[in-house]
Each structure stands twice: as structure tokens, then as C-alpha cells.
Nanobody
Framework: QVQLVESGGGLVQAGGSLRLSCAAS????????MGWYRQSPGKQRELVAV???????NYADAVKGRFTISRDNAKNTVYLQMNSLEPEDTAVYYC???????????????WGQGTQVTVSS
């Protein structure tokens, strides 16, 4: 099975920074796109940032210019550097990865357990 282990969440004051990490492990043949989503109470889960297999990034308008997604292929790890955090960024952040588990296998989405990010005023 595939596991995505997230870390780096926590409490930070407005204007501060956090760096989230998500390491994929288990039966992995290849990883295509990786990304981060977030969900706050009463809201739908939304895309924050995505990094395609071709190295193309895409960000939600709300985080553009403040967040940076990156990837370490050797470690099967994706990062989200979050700067200039705002209270509106408070949410549970979920790692997402599109992974195939065997040669020529279907690419399927996998999710991390989520990590809480709380930004105080």
C-alpha cells in the first residue's frame, strides 16, 4: 500500500512561515503530480498548489506569491513553503499524490492524513 506522511503543521502568528512536508512510501512505481489541498470548517476542500510531473506549478489565487510548492524526487517528498501566513490560511492541509504502484499500472490519487495549520491574528 501507499502511505503519505505529512509533517510541519502547527500554530503560527500572522505574517509568519511554516514549511509542510509530505513523504510518500510503500509500494510505489512512479509518482506523477503531487499537490496540497486544504479544508477549513464549513468549507469545501480546495486546491492550494500542485506540481505536475513536468515541473509545472499551479497555485490558488489566494496563496499565489506567498506559497511555494517543491519536490524532492529522490525522497518521494513534496513540500509547501508558506510565507506571509494569514488567519484565512487556517485549515487542515492534505497532501495529494498521483501514484502508480506497478509497471503500466493506473495512476491513482492518494491522500495524506492531514496536518493542522493555525494562523493567529
Amino acid at each position: 500500500q501507499v502511505q503519505l506522511v505529512e509533517s510541519g503543521g502547527g500554530l503560527v502568528q500572522a505574517g509568519g512561515s511554516l514549511r509542510l512536508s509530505c513523504a510518500a512510501s510503500g509500494t510505489i512505481f512512479s509518482i506523477n503530480a503531487m499537490g496540497w489541498y486544504r479544508q477549513s470548517p464549513g468549507k469545501q476542500r480546495e486546491l492550494v498548489a500542485v506540481l505536475s510531473s513536468g515541473g509545472i506549478t499551479n497555485y490558488a489565487d489566494a496563496v499565489k506569491g506567498r506559497f511555494t510548492i517543491s519536490r524532492d524526487n529522490a525522497k518521494n517528498t513534496v513540500y509547501l513553503q508558506m510565507n506571509s501566513l494569514e488567519p484565512e490560511d487556517t485549515a487542515v492541509y492534505y497532501c495529494n499524490a498521483h501514484i502508480s504502484t506497478y509497471l503500466h499500472g493506473a495512476v491513482k490519487p492518494y491522500w495524506g492524513q492531514g496536518t493542522q495549520v493555525t494562523v493567529s491574528s
